[in-house]
């Protein structure tokens, strides 16, 4: 059964969401693990781990840009922030891989 009165994270494509960080109106963080986070993420985000999520890192102001791999973890990390009152958070539709068919920039150890 689905409960109604869950909030929904908003979803960015890569390109809204690039947008937004390009105008300092969004930070990106990448909630999975550092070593995936070494291995490649999106240019200028900053790693906060699903594993040790601490909402204080979160930029009061502007819109937390949540990311995974795929999108399933940033979904459900996104969906406990709203949940516990952080509105200014939104998950990027498609994770690193859609961010990377879209032709946007990734950087780390073994950018692709």
């Known amino acids: 059964m689905t409960d109604t009165h869950k909030p929904v ?13 390009e105008q300092e109106a969004a930070v990106i963080f990448d909630v999975r693990e550092p070593h995936e986070f ?15 999520l601490d909402p204080k890192q979160l930029t009061p102001g502007k819109t937390a840009i949540l990311y995974c791999g795929a999108g399933r973890r940033s979904c459900g990390v996104a969906a406990q922030l709203r949940q516990a ?12 891989v859609g961010w990377k068919q879209a032709g946007l920039p990734t950087d780390g150890e073994n950018p692709r």
């Open 38 to 52: 070494a291995e490649e993420h999106i240019v200028g985000a900053q790693s906060l781990p699903l594993s040790v």
């Open 9 to 21: 994270p908003k979803e960015l494509a890569p390109a809204s969401a690039n947008t937004m960080v």
């Open 85 to 96: 009152g952080f509105d200014n958070v939104a998950d990027h539709r498609g994770g690193i």
